[in-house]
């Protein structure tokens, strides 16, 4: 016995079903290709702003190591530390 094809209105939903599904198949890969673009981004990104947060922080404490008092040194320091600390962990740990 042969197989009856559907016609009709069910032909016609079963087709724009499979278009759907087609459709719905591109935009994942494209939405998975643009996300590994991205997070090569980041990496670009993010790797420089580590090293200039660490070279600025740096040049404000040594500038400040002979003009201020001690207290104002470790401010400084501790300031300078806990923003590189953060930079790489945003950059690391995708927090951008």
Same mark, same amino acid.
């Given at each position: 016995? /042969?197989?009856?094809?559907? @016609?009709?209105?069910?032909?016609?939903?079963?087709l !724009? *079903?499979?278009?759907?599904?087609?459709?719905?198949?591109?935009?994942?890969?494209?939405h998975f290709?643009?996300?590994?673009?991205? !997070?090569?981004?980041?990496?670009?990104?993010?790797?420089?702003?580590?090293?200039? @947060?660490?070279?600025?922080?740096?040049?404000?404490?040594?500038?400040? !190591?002979?003009?201020a008092?001690?207290?104002?040194?470790?401010?400084?320091?501790?300031?300078?530390?806990? /923003?590189?600390?953060l930079? *790489?962990? !945003?950059?690391?740990?995708?927090?951008?």
């Open positions: 016995m /042969a197989e009856k094809r559907p @016609s009709g209105p069910t032909a016609d939903i079963l !724009q *079903a499979i278009v759907y599904y087609v459709l719905a198949i591109n935009k994942d890969n494209a290709a643009m996300a590994e673009r991205l !997070q090569a981004r980041h990496k670009a990104f993010g790797v420089p702003a580590t090293i200039t @947060s660490v070279i600025v922080s740096t040049a404000i404490f040594t500038t400040l !190591q002979e003009e008092a001690l207290g104002w040194k470790i401010s400084t320091g501790l300031l300078s530390l806990v /923003a590189a600390v930079t *790489a962990l !945003q950059t690391f740990f995708n927090y951008a």
